[in-house]
């Protein structure tokens, strides 16, 4: 009734209910983190002129509360102010950043069930290269958020609320669009910063040409500015350069590690071939 895998010897049924397990495993990870957050505070103390925290129940000043007033105080200019204009908005605010927290705190696990998945399906040396995969991706998500939150972030709502200076209007911020406006660009460049890691995939799985990233880089240098002119939220065209500049540098990176893993190949396949002639 069930086809059997030749790779690893499992049913179709077997496949899908490992991966139903799998999926449960990342899932409660964010849900135990997420809970975690919404239900616990941060206690300071000292040890050994150290400043250090542990956790202890408040589900009013947790730990994604205290996430959120840091935010505001190095996200935020000084003049705006935070405001939620209808009640509820602050708890579901708080319940987004415990989620963005389950899911950031859960990466860890994320990659090693993708690794343990799909691992039995594809040779030792494919293993290790997945496994790298999975890391890279890992780093980069986190390198563009962290790249998003201490750079283009400030300087985009700094930017903005500049004009709002300008006429002498005050200035406030709903609290759900703060943490969506986030959110939004920590899913934005986390995503982005993945550009190398897609180069690789395609041309590892031979859907496209090693040389064809360089052949095409003029327009992909277009397409990457276009893309940073439709997600960044003025027009000045200078807030879109710090998505297009790091997505720039981060395909010439991703052309040269594919280029290089091309010629590495190429010169394996050659020692291989000498030596087939030489026996």
């Excluded at 994604?64 to 003049?79: C, D, F, G, R, S």
């Excluded at 708890?91 to 090693?112: C, D, E, K, R």
């Excluded at 200076?165 to 200035?171: D, H, L, P």
Aim: aromatic share 12%; with cysteine.
């Amino acid at each position: 009734m069930y086809r059997v895998s030749m790779e690893t010897g499992m049913t179709i049924r077997e496949h899908i209910e490992e991966l139903r397990t799998r999926t449960l495993h990342i899932a409660i990870s964010i849900i135990v983190i997420t809970i975690f957050c919404m239900s616990f505070g941060l206690k300071p103390f000292e040890y050994f002129d150290m400043q250090l925290a542990y956790p202890f129940p408040d589900p009013i000043n947790n730990i994604a509360v205290n996430i959120t007033h840091y935010m505001q105080k190095t996200l935020l200019p000084q003049e705006v102010r935070l405001i939620q204009t209808a009640p509820g908005q602050a708890f579901f605010a708080q319940l987004n950043v415990a989620v963005m927290l389950g899911v950031l705190g859960s990466l860890p696990v994320i990659v090693v069930e993708i690794s343990h998945f799909v691992s039995p399906a594809i040779g030792k040396r494919s293993q290790r290269s997945i496994g790298k995969i999975l890391i890279s991706i890992f780093t980069l998500f986190s390198a563009g958020i962290i790249f998003s939150y201490l750079i283009v972030i400030p300087f985009t709502l700094d930017f903005l609320y500049r004009y709002g200076q300008a006429i002498g209007v005050e200035t406030f911020l709903n609290i759900n669009d703060f943490i969506g406006f986030v959110m939004q660009f920590f899913i934005g460049f986390g995503l982005a910063f993945q550009l190398p890691i897609i180069m690789y995939v395609l041309s590892i799985s031979e859907v496209i040409s090693p040389r064809f990233w360089r052949n095409n880089l003029r327009y992909a240098i277009i397409a990457i500015a276009i893309f940073g002119a439709a997600i960044t939220p003025d027009g000045s065209g200078i807030t879109m350069w710090f998505v297009a500049g790091p997505m720039i540098g981060l395909y010439l990176v991703g052309m040269l590690i594919v280029e290089r893993r091309a010629k590495r190949a190429e010169t394996e396949e050659y020692q291989n071939n000498n030596k087939l002639q030489q026996q």
